[in-house]
C-alpha cells in the first residue's frame, strides 16, 4: 500500500522507555535509553531464534522447511447496480507440514466493514487509512461443504475456524472446500478496495474478497490476527481460476492471464491486444472515443464472464467498470514461476503492461503504460527479472494498493506523484509478492523494502524527484521525535506514524545501508542472494538478517538493533580539532543511541580537501574517539562530519569544527 509523502511526515510524539521483541525469539530484549549503555550494548548479538533444519544459521530454508498451498477455483457475479459481490469457490488445501490439522482457519476481511468490528470499533482510520465504510454486512456465508456434506463455520470477527470431519492428515493431505458468499462492496474499504461513479459508469476496484484460508507456519501455527485495517496480508501461494461474470458493457482488469479473450473481446482488440504484447510503447485497446460505444463491446445481450488464471500467487484481485480506457505495452522477456520450471503449466512468454482508467485520469493517464513498463524494467534490472505474465495498473477511488500482478492507484493531477505511487505498487511485486512476508505482523518488511527500491526508480526516471539531504532530513526529524521502533507489528503502530516508520525509517535504513555501510556491490550481491533464496517462500526477519550478514561476510546485529528494533536516535558530532607539524587529530562523539561509520571532510587552508572514512568499530568501546592523520603540511581549517547530509543526523551544528 502506499502511504502519500504528506501523511509519512506526520508524526506523533511519544516518550519512554518501550519493549520490542524479535518475532520469533523465546526472549524479549529492551529498548534501551539515551543513558550509559548496559552490559548489553548496540553491537551485542541479535536475540535471534535458534536455527534448526527448517531455517538455517544462515537463513536459507532448511531440508525440512515446508509451506502449505491453497487452491481456488471462484465463479463471482457482479451486481453493478446493487454493487454486491455473489461467489462460490472451490478450495483445496495441502497440508504439507508434519501436523496433522483437525481444523482450519479462514480470513473473512470484509467483516472488517461490519459497524460492529474489531478493527471499526477501534476507528484505526487515523491519518495513514482513509475513512472506511463501515454500513455493511460484511462477508455473508450462505454454506460450507466438506465431501457435499454442510459443516459448521465458526464466525470470530474476521476470522472463521472451520472443524474438519475428519483430520487432515500431515505431509500431503489434500482437503477440497466448497464454500458461497455474497458482500456489498464498501464505497472506500481500507485504502484497498471501493467504488468510485464517473462520468461514464462506476469504477469497482475489488479486493479481500473471498474466503482465504490462513496460513500455517512452522512459526507461529495458525496466523489468525484479526484485520484491524492497518496491518495488511500473508498467506500462501496457488492457483487461481476464477470466472467473473459482468455486464456486458464492462471491461475486467484482474490477476493473472485472460483465457477467453474471444468471448469478452472484439475482434479488433484482439488484434490491439496481440500487437501491445509485442511493442515497447503503448497501443489502445479501446481509446477514450470508444467509451460507451456497442461496437467497443461483443455483440449480444446480457453479461459476460472473464476467465483468468494466475500460477503461483499469494492471493488474487479484480477490477471491472464501463468507464475504462485500456491501454497496452509489452515486455518480451520475464522471469518464469515455479509452476513453469516444474513443467505444470505453460505461459505466454513475455509481459503484458497494462492500464485501465476513465475519462477523468487523462490526459495524466495517456503516459501510465509507460511508466508502469519503466518500473517494471528497472526493478527487474536492480533485483531480479519480473516473473509474471501480467502487469496492471487501475486507476479509481484507492489511493494506491498491490496484489498479484495489478496494483490501484488514485492520482489523476501530478506527474511526480503519479510514477511515484505507480513504482511503490510495482515494487511490492517482488516484496511480498514473490518473497512472501508476513505483512500483518511486519510492515516494514516489505513496504520500507519498496519504499527504498522506489528512490533509485525515482531517480532514473527524473534525477531531481529523489534527493537524498531531504530524505535524511526528513527521518532525521522523525527520529528526533521518539516513539516506537520501525519493527513495531503492524497494528500496533501510532496511525500518524506508520508512513514514518514502515515506510521512510526502513528504507532509508537500507539506502545507508547500501551506500554507506556495504557499499552497492556487496550490498546488491546480498539482496540478490536473499530474493533468490526465499522467491515462493516466506522468510522471517530473522532469516533476512542471517542471508544479509552471511552472503555480505559482515556482523551487522548493530545495524538492524539501532535501526529497526530501537526508538535510536543519530548523532555524531566533532568536537575538537588539533595539529601539531604535519599531523592532525580530530576528536568526535557519538551522542545518540544509534552507531554508524564516521566520514568526514577535511579542509585546508590551501583549498584543498580530502574525505576520511572509518568503520563503525570506532564505537565498539565508547562513544568518543580520536582519529589522526599525516597532512602533507597542510594546515586544517574545518573538520565536517557527513559532508553528504546523508545520514539522519538529528543535529547538524554540531557537524563542524574549525581547525585548532
Same mark, same amino acid.
Given at each position: 500500500m502506499f502511504v502519500p509523502l504528506s501523511v509519512r511526515?506526520?508524526?506523533?510524539?511519544?516518550?519512554?522507555?518501550?519493549?520490542?521483541?524479535?518475532?520469533?525469539?523465546?526472549?524479549?530484549?529492551?529498548?534501551? !535509553?539515551?543513558?550509559?549503555?548496559?552490559?548489553?550494548?548496540?553491537?551485542?548479538?541479535?536475540?535471534?531464534?535458534?536455527?534448526?533444519?527448517?531455517?538455517t544459521q544462515t537463513g536459507r530454508p532448511g531440508p525440512d522447511y515446508w509451506q502449505q498451498r491453497a487452491d481456488y477455483d471462484i465463479d463471482a457475479t457482479l451486481d453493478a447496480d446493487a454493487r454486491v459481490v455473489s461467489a462460490t469457490a472451490v478450495i483445496r488445501y495441502y497440508n504439507r507440514s508434519? @501436523?496433522?490439522?483437525?481444523?482450519?482457519?479462514?480470513?473473512?476481511?470484509?467483516?472488517?466493514?461490519?459497524?460492529?468490528?474489531?478493527?471499526?470499533?477501534?476507528?484505526?482510520?487515523?491519518?495513514?487509512?482513509?475513512n472506511r465504510d463501515v454500513n455493511t454486512n460484511g462477508m455473508e456465508v450462505s454454506f460450507v461443504r466438506i465431501g457435499g456434506r454442510d459443516v459448521p463455520l465458526r464466525v470470530h470477527d474476521t476470522v472463521a475456524r472451520l472443524d474438519l470431519p475428519e483430520p487432515?492428515?500431515?505431509?500431503?493431505?489434500?482437503?477440497?472446500?466448497?464454500?458461497?458468499?455474497? #458482500?456489498?462492496?464498501?464505497?472506500?474499504?481500507?485504502?484497498?478496495?471501493?467504488?468510485?461513479?464517473?462520468?461514464?459508469?462506476?469504477?469497482f476496484q475489488i479486493g479481500q474478497w473471498y474466503p482465504a484460508v490462513c496460513k500455517y507456519d512452522d512459526v507461529h501455527g495458525w496466523n489468525t490476527l484479526p484485520y484491524l485495517g492497518q496491518g495488511e496480508f500473508y498467506s500462501d501461494f496457488g492457483r487461481f481460476d476464477v470466472r467473473l461474470t459482468v455486464p456486458r458493457a464492462h471491461l475486467v482488469a484482474a490477476t493473472g492471464v485472460l483465457m477467453n479473450p474471444e468471448e469478452v473481446l472484439t475482434a479488433e482488440q484482439r488484434v490491439r491486444l496481440t500487437r501491445a504484447a509485442a511493442s515497447p510503447s503503448a497501443v489502445i485497446i479501446r481509446g477514450l472515443d470508444e467509451i460507451g460505444s /456497442?461496437?467497443?463491446?461483443?455483440?449480444?445481450?446480457?453479461?459476460?464472464?472473464?476467465?483468468?488464471?494466475?500460477?503461483?500467487?499469494?492471493?488474487?484481485?479484480?477490477?471491472?467498470?464501463?468507464?475504462?480506457?485500456?491501454?497496452?505495452?509489452g515486455i518480451t522477456e520475464r522471469g518464469r514461476?515455479?509452476?513453469?520450471?516444474?513443467?505444470?503449466? /505453460?505461459?505466454?512468454?513475455?509481459?503484458?503492461?497494462?492500464?485501465?482508467?476513465?475519462?477523468? /485520469? +487523462?490526459?495524466?493517464?495517456?503516459d501510465n503504460v509507460t511508466m508502469l513498463r519503466m518500473a517494471v524494467l528497472h526493478f527487474g534490472g536492480m533485483w531480479g527479472v519480473y516473473p509474471y505474465p501480467t502487469a496492471t495498473n487501475v486507476n479509481g477511488v484507492v489511493g494506491g494498493m498491490e496484489y498479484p500482478m495489478i496494483v490501484y492507484c488514485s492520482e489523476r493531477m501530478n506527474e511526480r506523484e503519479l510514477f511515484e505511487v505507480t513504482a511503490h505498487e510495482a515494487a511490492h511485486w517482488w516484496f511480498p509478492m514473490v518473497v512472501n512476508t508476513d505483512e500483518r505482523r511486519h510492515a516494514w518488511f516489505d513496504e520500507g523494502f519498496v519504499t527504498f527500491m522506489?528512490?533509485?526508480?525515482?531517480?532514473?526516471? %527524473?534525477? !531531481?524527484?529523489?534527493?537524498?539531504?531531504?530524505?535524511?532530513?526528513?527521518?532525521?526529524?522523525?527520529?528526533?521525535r521518539g516513539g516506537q521502533p520501525a519493527a513495531t507489528r503492524s497494528d500496533e503502530i501510532d496511525s500518524g506514524a506508520y508512513g514514518a516508520l514502515?515506510?521512510?525509517?526502513?528504507?532509508?535504513?537500507?539506502?545507508?545501508? %547500501?551506500?554507506?555501510?556495504?557499499?552497492?556491490?556487496?550490498f546488491d550481491d546480498a539482496m540478490h542472494e536473499y530474493i533468490? +533464496?526465499? !522467491?515462493?517462500?516466506?522468510?522471517?526477519?530473522?532469516?533476512? #538478517?542471517?542471508?544479509?550478514?552471511?552472503?555480505?561476510?559482515?556482523?551487522?546485529?548493530? #545495524?538492524?538493533?539501532?535501526?529497526? &528494533?530501537?526508538?535510536? $536516535?543519530?548523532?555524531?558530532?566533532?568536537?575538537?580539532?588539533?595539529?601539531?607539524?604535519?599531523?592532525? +587529530?580530530?576528536?568526535?562523539?557519538?551522542?545518540?543511541?544509534?552507531?554508524?561509520?564516521?566520514?568526514?571532510?577535511?579542509? &585546508?587552508?590551501?583549498?584543498?580537501?580530502?574525505?576520511?572514512? +572509518?568503520? *563503525?568499530?570506532?564505537? &565498539?568501546?565508547?562513544?568518543?574517539?580520536?582519529?589522526?592523520?599525516?597532512?602533507?603540511?597542510?594546515?586544517?581549517?574545518?573538520?565536517?562530519? @557527513?559532508?553528504?547530509?546523508?545520514?539522519?543526523? *538529528?543535529?547538524?551544528?554540531?557537524? $563542524?569544527?574549525?581547525?585548532?
Open positions: 511526515c506526520i508524526r506523533m510524539a511519544m516518550t519512554g522507555v518501550l519493549l520490542g521483541t524479535l518475532v520469533g525469539c523465546a526472549s524479549q530484549i529492551t529498548i534501551r !535509553a539515551a543513558a550509559p549503555r548496559t552490559p548489553e550494548t548496540i553491537f551485542s548479538p541479535l536475540p535471534l531464534p535458534p536455527p534448526n533444519a527448517i531455517r508434519p @501436523d496433522e490439522l483437525r481444523y482450519l482457519w479462514l480470513h473473512l476481511e470484509q467483516n472488517l466493514y461490519r459497524p460492529d468490528s474489531r478493527g471499526g470499533q477501534r476507528g484505526v482510520g487515523g491519518s495513514s487509512i482513509p487432515l492428515a500431515p505431509r500431503e493431505g489434500m482437503l477440497e472446500i466448497e464454500i458461497g458468499w455474497r #458482500f456489498e462492496v464498501p464505497r472506500l474499504g481500507d485504502a484497498r478496495m471501493g467504488w468510485e461513479q464517473t462520468r461514464n459508469g462506476t469504477i /456497442a461496437a467497443s463491446r461483443p455483440a449480444g445481450a446480457g453479461p459476460l464472464t472473464w476467465h483468468f488464471v494466475a500460477d503461483d500467487v499469494r492471493s488474487f484481485a479484480w477490477a471491472a467498470s464501463p468507464a475504462f480506457i485500456w491501454d497496452a505495452a514461476v515455479p509452476s513453469e520450471r516444474d513443467g505444470t503449466v /505453460a505461459l505466454p512468454p513475455g509481459t503484458l503492461v497494462q492500464s485501465f482508467y476513465p475519462v477523468e /485520469a +487523462t490526459p495524466l493517464w495517456f522506489t528512490n533509485y526508480a525515482m531517480r532514473e526516471r %527524473r534525477a !531531481a524527484w529523489f534527493d537524498p539531504r531531504e530524505w535524511a532530513a526528513r527521518v532525521a526529524d522523525d527520529l528526533g514502515a515506510y521512510d525509517r526502513t528504507a532509508w535504513a537500507l539506502y545507508c545501508l %547500501r551506500e554507506k555501510v556495504l557499499g552497492p556491490q556487496r533468490r +533464496t526465499w !522467491a515462493y517462500k516466506s522468510p522471517q526477519p530473522a532469516d533476512f #538478517f542471517r542471508v544479509i550478514e552471511d552472503a555480505a561476510g559482515c556482523d551487522l546485529a548493530w #545495524f538492524w538493533r539501532g535501526w529497526l &528494533y530501537e526508538d535510536a $536516535r543519530l548523532d555524531q558530532a566533532v568536537v575538537g580539532v588539533r595539529q601539531r607539524g604535519e599531523n592532525a +587529530t580530530a576528536t568526535f562523539e557519538n551522542r545518540g543511541e544509534m552507531v554508524m561509520p564516521l566520514e568526514f571532510l577535511v579542509r &585546508y587552508s590551501d583549498g584543498s580537501s580530502e574525505t576520511r572514512t +572509518t568503520g *563503525v568499530e570506532v564505537w &565498539y568501546a565508547s562513544d568518543r574517539c580520536e582519529l589522526s592523520w599525516a597532512t602533507g603540511g597542510r594546515r586544517v581549517r574545518e573538520v565536517i562530519v @557527513d559532508p553528504g547530509d546523508v545520514l539522519p543526523d *538529528v543535529d547538524r551544528s554540531n557537524n $563542524r569544527r574549525s581547525g585548532g
